[in-house]
């Protein structure tokens, strides 16, 4: 089983910054596709970024250039660097850990973000 926990959500002001952590347990990240996907009231969940097995990050347009995706395998953390935060931003943020070959998802619990003045 793996269990994932997300942390870091609050509510911050537009131009703002958060960091949002995934705690992964018990296996290591390095069998794991790692993933942030963030689902807004009324819409559907979407992904945002990705951190492959190899270390290689993926982004959506929609926050290329602004969030920033990384990993800790000493603490099998992985990471979201949230900067220049725009309402649009407001969602669950939920991660994602799929297993190398396997097709199936495990997912946190999720963490809000609300960018509002």
């Known amino acids: 089983q793996v269990r994932l926990v997300e942390s870091g959500g609050a509510l911050v002001q537009p131009g703002g910054s958060l960091r949002l952590s995934c705690a992964e347990s018990?296996?290591?990240?390095?069998?794991?596709?790692m993933s942030w996907y963030r689902q807004a009231p009324g819409k559907q969940r979407d992904m945002i970024a990705e951190?492959?097995?190899?270390?290689?990050?993926y982004y959506a347009d929609s926050v290329k250039g602004r969030f920033t995706i990384s990993r800790d395998l000493a603490s099998n953390t992985v990471f979201l660097q949230m900067n220049s935060l725009k309402p649009e931003d407001t969602a669950v943020y939920y991660c994602?850990?799929?297993?190398?070959?396997?097709?199936?998802?495990?997912w946190g619990q999720g963490t809000q973000v609300t960018v509002s003045s």
């Open positions: 994602k850990a799929r297993h190398v070959g396997s097709t199936v998802d495990y």
């Open positions: 951190i492959t097995i190899m270390g290689a990050t």
């Open positions: 018990p296996h290591s990240l390095t069998v794991f596709t």
